[in-house]
């Protein structure tokens, strides 16, 4: 079987849509976030969360010491706070004062950006090596949301992507359990 390079699977991955989360701990007394989109759920009992950093990542050893992170999921008049915290063009090292964004300290005592659409608090319970990133699987401590009617950024296909006109519907299979 031939090997895939990174390029061909970076743009197949980019024709899935995700939501976009900042990633934020403790770096000593200074919070601290990073950017990211590889962020789910794992499992509902416990209720546990994984996200997936590079190990190259400047919040990696902050994170690991600290054991516990927050996953704050941003609404869709937040791309530039997406971008700063991605460390994007021109924007320097700001990310230690968490890019100027108004934050608070959550239920549990970790950084949480205070116009993030939802929030959660996790304690790491396990870390996977994943090639050139880790998987850390956490326990969802504390959660919260703000108003329903707030919708989340998206990014595909290297862009960001906004909810013009959102519709519902109805599962139309019967629901798993």
């Given at each position: 079987m031939a090997t895939l390079d990174a390029e061909t699977l970076r743009t197949v991955?980019?024709?899935f849509a995700t939501g976009v989360?900042?990633?934020?701990?403790?770096d000593g007394d200074r919070p601290w976030g990073?950017?990211?989109n590889s962020f789910s759920s794992a499992s509902l009992r416990p209720p546990l969360v994984m996200v997936a950093l590079a190990r190259d990542r400047r919040i990696v050893p902050a994170l690991r010491l600290t054991g516990r992170y927050a996953v704050n999921i941003l609404g869709e008049g937040q791309q530039a706070l997406?971008?700063?915290f991605a460390g994007g063009p021109g924007l320097g090292r700001v990310k230690a004062e968490l890019c100027g964004a108004s934050w608070l300290r959550g239920?549990?005592?970790?950084?949480i950006l205070a116009d993030s659409i939802a929030s959660l608090e996790c304690t790491v319970v396990d870390v996977h090596?994943?090639?050139d990133h880790d998987l850390y699987i956490a326990r969802v401590d504390a959660a919260a949301t703000a108003d329903e009617k707030s919708m989340p950024?998206?990014?595909y296909s290297g862009r960001y992507l906004r909810i013009e006109r959102a519709s519902t519907h109805e599962l139309e299979?019967?629901?798993e359990k």
């Open positions: 991955l980019r024709r989360a900042v990633v934020t701990t403790w990073t950017t990211v997406s971008d700063c239920t549990t005592g970790l950084p090596a994943a090639g950024l998206l990014y299979g019967k629901p």
